[in-house]
C-alpha cells in the first residue's frame, strides 16, 4: 500500500538532514585539536576545568529551553543513576583530560588512533562486559587492532598509552551511559554539574593566586576559553539531531570521519613524525575496520530478511 503523497520525499528529506547533522559533529570532533592548538598556552588542567564549568553553563541553558529539569531532578533522586554517573563523569573526564593533554603535547596521531580502535575496543567490551559472542571476523578486525598497537609499541616510542585510554575511557563511558535512561544533554549537564565544584573552585584558586589565565592575558584568550562550553555542547546537538533520523548503520561509518580528520591534521597540518611503523599500524587499523563495519553491515542485512515476513522474502 502506498504510503500518503510526498511521504517518500518527507523521509528523504529528514535522512539527508541527519547525514547532514552527523556530518557537522563528527567534523566538528574531528577539527577539535585546532581549538585545544589554540589555547595551548593554557595549561591542560585549566583548559579542561574551563571546559566543564563553560559547558554546564551552556548545557543548564539548553536544560532550560526544553523544561527537562523535572527529569534532571528525577536522575537525582534514583540512587542507581546517580552512582552510574558518578561513574560515567569519571571516565568522561579522564577522556576529555587525556584529549587535551594528548593534543598539546602534539600526540594527535595517537589520539587520531584511539578514535580508530573505539569501534573495535566496543566489540571487545561487550564480549567481556555484555557476555557478546564475536563472530571470525570480529576476532580477525580485534587481532589487527592489537597488532598495530603492539606494533608501535615495539617500533615506535613505547605503548601509544593515549590511543588506549582514549578508545578504553570512551567505551566504559559508553558502556554505562547505556544503562542510564537520560538523554545526551541531560546526561551530559548532570556529568559536568557533578564536577563543575572541583573545576570552578580549581579555576578560583588559580586565579587567587595570580596562575590564572582567564582575564589575565588578551580578550581574545578569554573569549576561546569561554567557547569551550561551544565546542563541547554543539557537536553534542548535532549528534543526537542525526541519531533521531538515522539508523546506526550509517552513524557507525561516519564516526570514522573524526579519527580521519584528526590523522590529517597530525601529519598534513601539524607535521607530526609519521614513519613506516606509522603506517603499518594504520594500515592494520583501517584493515580491520573494514573488515568489522562490512561484517556488521552484512549481519544487519541478514537480521533484516530473517524478520521480514515470508510473503516479501
Given at each position: 500500500m502506498a504510503g500518503p503523497p510526498g511521504s517518500s520525499k518527507v523521509a528523504l528529506d529528514q535522512k539527508t538532514v541527519?547525514?547532514?547533522?552527523?556530518?557537522?559533529?563528527?567534523?566538528?570532533?574531528?577539527?577539535?585539536?585546532?581549538?585545544?592548538k589554540a589555547v595551548a598556552a593554557v595549561p591542560a588542567m585549566e583548559v579542561l576545568a574551563h571546559r566543564v564549568v563553560w559547558s554546564v553553563v551552556l548545557l543548564a541553558a539548553l536544560v532550560a529551553l526544553t523544561r527537562h529539569w523535572g527529569i534532571v531532578a528525577a536522575a537525582l533522586g534514583d540512587r542507581r543513576t546517580l552512582a552510574m554517573l558518578l561513574l560515567s563523569t569519571l571516565f568522561i573526564s579522564i577522556n576529555w583530560g587525556t584529549f587535551i593533554w594528548a593534543v598539546m603535547a602534539e600526540r594527535v596521531l595517537e589520539v587520531s588512533l584511539g578514535y580508530y580502535i573505539n569501534p573495535l575496543v566496543n566489540v571487545l567490551l561487550g564480549v567481556l562486559v555484555l557476555k557478546e559472542s564475536l563472530s571470525?571476523?570480529?576476532?580477525?578486525?580485534?587481532?589487527?587492532?592489537?597488532?598495530?598497537?603492539?606494533?608501535?609499541?615495539?617500533?615506535?616510542?613505547?605503548?601509544?598509552?593515549?590511543?588506549?585510554?582514549?578508545?578504553?575511557?570512551?567505551?566504559?563511558?559508553?558502556?554505562?551511559?547505556?544503562?542510564?535512561?537520560?538523554?545526551?544533554?541531560?546526561?551530559?549537564?548532570?556529568?559536568t554539574a557533578i564536577v563543575?565544584?572541583?573545576?570552578?573552585?580549581?579555576?578560583?584558586?588559580?586565579?587567587?593566586?595570580?596562575?590564572?589565565?582567564?582575564?589575565?592575558?588578551?580578550?581574545?584568550?578569554?573569549?576561546?576559553?569561554?567557547?569551550?562550553?561551544?565546542?563541547?555542547?554543539?557537536?553534542?546537538?548535532?549528534?543526537?539531531?542525526?541519531?533521531?533520523?538515522?539508523?546506526?548503520s550509517t552513524i557507525g561509518l561516519?564516526?570514522?570521519?573524526?579519527?580521519?580528520?584528526?590523522?590529517?591534521?597530525?601529519?598534513?597540518?601539524?607535521?607530526?613524525?609519521?614513519?613506516?611503523?606509522?603506517?603499518?599500524?594504520?594500515?592494520?587499523?583501517?584493515?580491520?575496520l573494514a573488515i568489522y563495519s562490512t561484517d556488521t553491515l552484512n549481519s544487519r542485512r541478514r537480521a533484516r530478511r530473517m524478520s521480514a515476513p515470508s510473503s516479501m522474502r
Open positions: 541527519g547525514v547532514l547533522y552527523g556530518l557537522a559533529a563528527y567534523l566538528w570532533w574531528g577539527l577539535a585539536p585546532v581549538y585545544f571470525r571476523w570480529q576476532i580477525v578486525a580485534v587481532l589487527l587492532a592489537a597488532a598495530a598497537v603492539l606494533n608501535l609499541a615495539v617500533n615506535v616510542a613505547g605503548l601509544p598509552w593515549p590511543s588506549l585510554v582514549l578508545a578504553f575511557s570512551f567505551s566504559i563511558y559508553g558502556l554505562i551511559r547505556k544503562t542510564t535512561a537520560l538523554g545526551s544533554v541531560d546526561g551530559l549537564f548532570l556529568e563543575a565544584p572541583v573545576a570552578l573552585g580549581y579555576l578560583l584558586l588559580l586565579g587567587s593566586q595570580g596562575e590564572g589565565s582567564f582575564l589575565a592575558v588578551n580578550p581574545g584568550l578569554d573569549l576561546l576559553l569561554f567557547l569551550a562550553g561551544v565546542v563541547t555542547a554543539a557537536p553534542l546537538i548535532w549528534f543526537a539531531s542525526a541519531a533521531r533520523r538515522l539508523n546506526y561516519l564516526q570514522y570521519i573524526t579519527p580521519t580528520a584528526q590523522f590529517l591534521l597530525a601529519v598534513l597540518v601539524f607535521g607530526e613524525v609519521f614513519t613506516l611503523a606509522h603506517g603499518t599500524s594504520f594500515a592494520c587499523i583501517w584493515l580491520a
